[in-house]
């Protein structure tokens, strides 16, 4: 009840989204020593981890679902409906907070997290994954990972990339870009008010750019199991995402630094020399044995054992910058080759794999349902009315 008084106090404000309609967004700068005095608020318990975009196999595609289940409201009744929610959104580069209607915000996550030239019911699919994202922190209060208290989020991908309104303008102002953003604003209104709830509550939309085949069990990258991060086969975007497969090389020495080993953790080749001294492993020689131990259910790695010390797929992956946790580990010529399939944290929806379904004819219900299991879809005012 607390939570749904609170969404209820920031959609009944009219007046404030009357003028933000009629004109531009409205700016505010903020004086350098209140951002730099205010704490760090905590990140989220399951923070998102956007990784910013730029099939084959047969799946069965999900079952149907009827499309009156996220149907947008006909556009000739948006006048009647109620005030959208204001979002308050923290400009990184500026310092300024920009705050507008929920709809033109997520027009702006939209430009920044597809590519205009994806499908219709991929964008839209990606439209509802961004909205139902800021509608769970707007309803919890939640200001976690925002440099100031004022803004409800950043444009960062610490939570969701944002292109501000005035840059979206000047971007997109002709030619085929200005019909990208028609594309991209039609996907918005299409979907206008629709957010994914499970048990009656916003989810935590969480979504990557592509998998190498399968998505992540939410518990096997942020150790909490949520009912629906569920791994899924996603082989969609296998035949069309560009750089799927991607090699690092790098020396010993380079993945001792990185991964914080000493020449200690390597399997010695002898205890002492005849002189009495240890003898000295070269990096050629020792190697860096590397041995998988385990794979999580989406087929990525769980742990993997790196001259005798034990890691995780998620601390090997940030530690070398890698783009995703599912990749295979060789030596050539002294050094070690790394090959990444896919790129993200893999937990929710693919994007490529979304528009590799929607080019196969699924809609933006059978998309998000097929990466989002058992979640249901419901209207922000649906939520006021309880």
């Known amino acids: 009840m607390k939570e749904l008084r609170l969404l209820r106090r920031i959609l009944k404000r009219p007046r404030r989204v009357a003028r933000a309609r009629r004109g531009a967004p409205r700016i505010r700068r903020l004086a350098p020593a209140a951002w730099l005095a205010a704490p ?67 027009s702006g996550v939209l430009a920044a997290e597809m590519p205009a030239d994806f499908e219709l019911e991929a964008l839209k699919a990606q439209a509802v994954a961004a909205r139902t994202f800021i509608a769970r922190r707007l309803l919890a209060g939640d200001h976690s990972g925002v440099p100031v208290p004022e803004a409800d989020v950043s444009d960062t991908v610490s939570h969701q990339a944002y292109i501000s309104q005035a ?120 190697g860096l044995p590397a041995e998988v131990i385990s794979l999580t259910a989406g087929h990525r790695i769980k742990k993997i054992s790196i001259g005798g010390t034990v890691f995780t797929g998620r601390e090997v992956r940030e530690k070398l910058g890698l783009r995703s946790s599912q990749f295979t580990w060789k030596r050539k010529d002294g050094k070690v080759l790394i090959t990444t399939y896919g790129n993200g944290h893999g937990v929710g929806m693919s994007q490529w794999g979304a528009n590799g379904m929607a080019k196969q004819g699924s809609t933006a219900t059978q998309i998000l349902k097929h990466y989002y299991s058992g979640v249901s879809f419901t209207g922000i005012s649906t939520l006021l009315k309880k």
């Open 167 to 286: 840059v979206l303008e000047r971007d997109f102002a002709s030619g085929s870009k200005r019909a990208g953003l028609a594309k991209l604003r039609r996907a918005v209104l299409e979907t206008r008010g629709i957010i994914m709830t499970y048990k009656g509550q916003p989810i935590t939309a969480s979504f990557f750019a592509s998998s190498g085949g399968y998505t992540e069990n939410s518990e096997d990258y942020w150790n909490a199991e949520v009912p629906y991060l569920r791994s899924v086969a996603s082989p969609w975007e296998r035949e069309i995402t560009p750089n799927l497969a991607v090699t690092y090389t790098f020396s010993n020495s380079e993945l001792r630094s990185k991964l914080g080993l000493t020449a200690r953790e390597l399997p010695a080749a002898a205890n002492l020399a005849a002189s009495g001294k240890a003898l000295q492993v070269s990096s050629s020689s020792a």
């Open 40 to 106: 760090l608020l905590a990140a989220l318990l399951l923070p998102l981890a956007v990784v910013p975009l730029r099939g084959g196999g047969q799946q069965p595609a999900p079952p149907a679902v009827p499309q009156a289940t996220a149907a947008p409201a006909p556009p000739g009744t948006a006048a009647a409906e109620a005030p959208q929610p204001e979002v308050s959104v923290y400009l990184s580069q500026s310092g300024q907070i920009e705050t507008l209607p929920l709809e033109e915000y997520v």
